[in-house]
C-alpha cells in the first residue's frame, strides 16, 4: 500500500522523459555498451546505471576521459544517436500506464531532460506522448550545467512560471533525484521501466525522503488531490 503525499500546494508536475515517460534507458544502454566495447572500454549494465544514467552526453563522454583515460573518436555522439534513434523507430515505447496519468492530470505537465531537443522530440512523437506537453519540453543544452546539478529545474520552474517548491519532479535516476532535491523540489522517484527491475536497495537508501513507486497505477493513490475530478450534471460527465 503506497503513502497518500501532500501534494495539494503543487502547481506544476515535471517529468524526466527516458526511463519515466518512455522505456527506452534499456535500448540505450545495450548500444552505448557496445560502440564504447568498439572504442576499447569495456563497462556492464550496471556501470551503466551507476555512472551514465540520467546524465547528459558530453557528461558521459567526459567521465569515460578521466575514468578510462580515453578520447571518444569524433564521430562517436554522431555515430551513438544515429543508431539510437534507429532502434527507437521499431523499439521504443511509452511506459505501462503513462497515458493515463497525464490525461488525468489536474495540473500543468512539462518535461526536463538531459537528452538533446532532438532526442527527446523524436522519442514523444513515436510514443504519442507529445501533445501532453506541446513546447513544455526543456533540455540540458538550455543550461550550463546539466543534472546532477539543479539548473535544469530551476530554468524549467522560471519558464513555467512557477516557484521551485511548488514543484513535483518524477525522476528515475540518481543524478536527477538530486538535481531535484538541490532545486528545493519535491521528488518522487518512478521504477518500473524495464531497466530499473531489481533495483538495488542501496540505491534507495542515498535518498531516503524520496517516495518510491513501481507503477503508474499508484501515481493518484499516492497524490489524489492531482486528480481530475468529474463531475456528473444530469447524463453529462464533465471536468
Known amino acids: 500500500m503506497y503513502r497518500v503525499m501532500q501534494t495539494k500546494q503543487i502547481d506544476l508536475v515535471i517529468f524526466d522523459c527516458d526511463g519515466v515517460l518512455i522505456d527506452s534507458e534499456i535500448i540505450s544502454s545495450k548500444i552505448l555498451i557496445s560502440q564504447l566495447s568498439a572504442a576499447g572500454v569495456s563497462v556492464d549494465f550496471d556501470y551503466f546505471q551507476r555512472w551514465f544514467l540520467g546524465r547528459s552526453f558530453p557528461k558521459v563522454a567526459e567521465s569515460v576521459r578521466q575514468t578510462f583515460d580515453v578520447i571518444l573518436p569524433a564521430d562517436f555522439e554522431t555515430s551513438y544517436r544515429r543508431r539510437l534513434l534507429k532502434a527507437f523507430g521499431t523499439e521504443l515505447k511509452a511506459t505501462d500506464g503513462v497515458a493515463e496519468i497525464l490525461g488525468n492530470l489536474s495540473r500543468p505537465t512539462c518535461v526536463a531532460t538531459s537528452s538533446t531537443p532532438e532526442r527527446v522530440r523524436k522519442s514523444l ?37 512557477v516557484d521551485p517548491e511548488k514543484c513535483l519532479v518524477i525522476e528515475d535516476s540518481l543524478p536527477g533525484m538530486e538535481a531535484g532535491v538541490a532545486a528545493g523540489m519535491l521528488v518522487w522517484r518512478f521504477t518500473g521501466a524495464s531497466h530499473l527491475q531489481g533495483l538495488a536497495q542501496k540505491d534507495h537508501d542515498m535518498f531516503p525522503d524520496v517516495p518510491v513507486f513501481d507503477n503508474w497505477s499508484k501515481f493518484f493513490e499516492m497524490a489524489p488531490a492531482l486528480k481530475q475530478q468529474k463531475h456528473s450534471i444530469g447524463d453529462i460527465s464533465v471536468r
Open 125 to 161: 512523437e513515436l510514443t504519442g506522448l507529445a501533445h501532453y506537453f506541446g513546447r513544455d519540453v526543456f533540455t540540458a543544452s538550455e543550461v550550463e550545467n546539466g543534472k546532477p546539478a539543479p539548473d535544469l529545474f530551476f530554468h524549467t520552474a522560471d519558464k513555467m512560471n
